[in-house]
């Protein structure tokens, strides 16, 4: 059947949406301190060495692919309801939508966006993920994966460390900042995340295909297993990075080399892991009324617009032609900065869906997608819906 609409609130899966809405707190995490440029490189302190080990194990390099593999399985979802032809011809003008928004969000605000990149892999591989076959899918995951390794091989500079931050992000002149944003968000926001996450993209249309978040319960030994695995490979393959990083242990340069690739496998482990554990979570608070969980349900249907106001936050707060507090935060304090933004966001969306509306980056998105004859305003979300 052909359906014109996007997909009214309850009618929507729950698991993908409370991944969505935890999601944004890792997405939170992983960006905030690429704003912070103030650290030197060997000087870091005990707390600030703790967050780089909890960020490198558990959000770094795992918040991104969870997005990839998200918006991969979106993509089937809001294909579904469609025919071939119009599926496809929709995820293609959703896809240019996107692009459209993240080359304004990549200019103005955050050179390391990732909508742009999303959008771009939406308009090259709708009809393989809409219609393609799953071994040709399976290629695209596998042949991501090997190439993101191969090009995340080495150490990457230490986190807070004037290397490890944009340039545009330490200018005190405005103009000159915004300039070096567009050259940035090519760059690194839209062709090298593209290359980052396209191997995500491609798991997640998968697993939309084989409906494991839509009907987690009839699928709970799999993801079960797919936690418990992806947890332990994101741990385990972090833990080298994470060492040379805080500078516990000099490698030779070859296994030094190594570890950014062994980390980059790891990172989509724990994505799938990440994703397997909150469709277990729909499992168990499926028919009951929880607070949080209705909470994360809300920041997820409204994932874009609390991606967006964090890089509002962050761009007024951090960088030098803002108020310049990059120069002078240490992780730990940007980190508490990143979960405090992402805690208003998800209190925002809770009001949203009290409401009835959809957040403003959805609605926009819709629009450009839908056309105008589609209203923005639908139900809030079911909380007690079954998966």
Not at 2 to 15: E, L, M, N, S, V
Not at 236 to 256: S, V
């Amino acid at each position: 059947m052909t359906a014109a609409g996007p997909t009214p609130a309850a009618d929507r899966a729950p698991a993908p949406d409370l991944a969505r809405g935890a999601m944004l707190l890792l997405i939170a995490l992983a960006n905030v301190h690429r704003y912070v440029f103030g650290i030197v490189p060997g000087q870091l302190s005990m707390p600030d060495r703790v967050v780089v080990w909890v960020e490198t194990l558990f959000v770094d390099g795992r918040a991104y692919p969870l997005f990839g593999l998200l918006f991969g399985y979106g993509v089937v979802q809001l294909a579904r309801r469609r025919d071939g032809d119009a599926a496809v011809a929709l995820v293609r003008r959703r896809g240019v939508a996107m692009v459209a928004i993240g080359l304004a969000h990549g200019v103005l605000l955050w050179s390391g966006e990732i909508v742009g990149a999303y959008g771009l892999l939406a308009v090259v591989l709708a009809g393989l993920v809409v219609r393609g076959p799953a071994t040709s899918l399976a290629v695209v995951a596998v042949g991501g994966l090997v190439l993101a390794g191969a090009l995340t091989a080495g150490v990457p500079p230490v986190p807070g460390s004037p290397p490890g931050s944009f340039l545009s992000i330490m200018m005190t002149d405005p103009v000159a900042a915004l300039v070096a944003r567009a050259g940035e968000w090519v760059l690194a926001g839209l062709l090298g995340q593209l290359v980052a996450v396209a191997g995500a993209v491609a798991v997640g249309g998968l697993a939309a295909r084989a409906r494991l978040l839509d009907e987690p319960g009839r699928h709970r030994a799999l993801l079960v297993r797919v936690a418990v695995v992806g947890g332990a490979g994101a741990v385990a393959g972090g833990l080298p990075q994470a060492l040379l990083l805080t500078g516990t242990w000099n490698a030779a340069p070859e296994l030094a080399s190594l570890s950014g690739s062994v980390n980059t496998v790891a990172g989509y482990a724990g994505a799938a892991g990440y994703a397997a554990l909150f469709g277990l979570l729909a499992v168990r608070t499926a028919g009951r009324r929880s607070r949080a969980v209705d909470a994360l349900r809300a920041a997820g249907q409204r994932s874009l617009s609390c991606y967006l106001a964090q890089s509002v936050v962050f761009a007024a707060l951090f960088p030098a032609w803002a108020l310049g507090l990059g120069a002078t935060t240490p992780l730990w304090g940007a980190a508490l900065v990143g979960i405090g933004t992402w805690l208003i966001t998800v209190l925002l969306a809770v009001a949203s869906a009290r409401t009835g509306r959809r957040g403003p980056a959805e609605a926009l998105l819709r629009r450009l997608t839908y056309g105008s004859r589609n209203p923005v305003a639908e139900p809030g979300p079911d909380p007690g819906r079954r998966s």
